[in-house]
């Protein structure tokens, strides 16, 4: 079993496409707990404040994506998934 995960684990270093894709780098910043948790709980807030602030639609939408986009650039908290999050919560997208 541990030659087989040594294995695997050696294959992932020198894999050629993982120097393109910070996605597939568990140690990358983008990909930290600390960013994930941050970034999710911002752009919920966010997210909700443009609801409430323009109703759902496109303008709720534009204001939660500029908003979400600036927070997490200078948070140095960048997490590109955290996005849909705000426009769900713009758009008010819930099971009815």
């Known amino acids: 079993m541990d030659a087989l995960l040594r294995r695997v684990k050696d294959r992932w270093r020198g894999a050629p496409w ?13 990909n930290q707990v600390k960013t ?9 807030v966010l997210g909700f404040a443009a609801l409430r602030t323009f109703g759902p639609g496109y303008a709720a939408a534009a204001l939660a994506m500029v908003a979400t986009t600036t927070l997490l650039v200078l948070a140095d ?3 590109p998934p955290a996005l849909s999050t705000a426009l769900a919560f713009a758009f008010k997208i819930a099971a009815k």
């Open 36 to 44: 994930l948790i941050v970034a999710q709980l911002a752009v919920a």
């Open 18 to 30: 993982r120097e393109r894709s910070f996605y597939l780098d568990p140690e990358h910043s983008t």
């Open 77 to 79: 908290a960048v997490h």
